[in-house]
């Protein structure tokens, strides 16, 4: 059974930092590009950054590029967001979600990590 | 960068047959993938690839496109399928994934 878990979400004020994990299971993890996507409250989804399964191919929306790292330890069946500057619009629960290999999809989903971000 | 449009809400009437659509230029051209997401839960992907089904998704769930507009059709709608509803592409030109706005789909 595929299995994901994200984990390292808070509090935490405006400018400060946060480092999601999201830990893999039930499938081979180094074959499949992994997303982060993210949904502030009331909001609709959005989807923030890509990496390919060996991390030499990475994407970041507009509205996190330049603040927000993506990063996978496949030894360790794991994915990262490091997330820096964070501002109040930031505020969301993260979702990692696993990249379908045919079509490009979305095909599993962990169940989110809630950041809040103080101003 | 590229945009896609579905309408904030939907409703019809248990038993009936919704239709939710999702707009965009050059829609045609590319997959377009539909997920549902119930309150407090993670999205579950119910249509990938314009028209196939996950294993596990009733048939009462199909995709369909035509010209520059996807469609999600649920058919005999429960009060189990109210939910918010998001199609999903990947746009090759910015290299991003691109979400709708969402709808909201309410059996009456």
């Known amino acids: 059974e595929v299995q994901l878990v994200e984990s390292g979400g808070g509090l935490v004020q405006s400018g400060g930092s946060l480092r999601l994990s999201c830990e893999a299971s039930?499938?081979?993890?180094?074959?499949?590009?992994m997303d982060w996507v993210r949904q502030a409250p009331g909001k609709g989804l959005e989807w923030i950054s890509y990496?390919?399964?060996?991390?030499?191919?990475?994407y970041y929306a507009d509205s996190v590029k330049g603040r927000f790292t993506i990063s996978r330890d496949n030894a360790k069946n794991s994915l990262y967001l490091q997330m820096n500057s964070l501002r109040a619009e930031d505020s969301a629960v993260y979702y990692c979600?696993?990249?379908?290999?045919?079509?490009?999809?979305?095909?599993?989903w962990g169940q989110g990590t809630l950041v809040t971000v103080s101003s | 960068s590229y945009v896609v449009t579905q309408p904030p809400s939907v409703s019809v009437a248990p038993g009936l047959t919704a239709r939710i659509t999702c707009g965009g230029d050059n829609i045609g051209r590319i997959g377009v993938h539909w997920y549902q997401q119930k309150p407090g839960q993670a999205p579950v992907l119910v249509v990938y690839g314009d028209s196939a089904r996950p294993s596990g998704i009733p048939e009462r769930f199909s995709g369909s496109k035509s010209g520059n507009t996807a469609t999600l059709t649920i058919t005999s709608v429960d009060a189990g399928d109210e939910a918010d509803y998001y199609c999903h592409m990947w746009d090759g030109m910015s290299e991003h994934h691109v979400l709708g706005g969402g709808t909201k789909l309410t059996v009456l």
């Open positions: 979600a696993r990249d379908g290999l045919v079509a490009g999809n979305f095909d599993f």
């Open positions: 990496v390919n399964s060996d991390s030499k191919t990475i």
């Open positions: 039930g499938f081979r993890f180094s074959s499949f590009p």
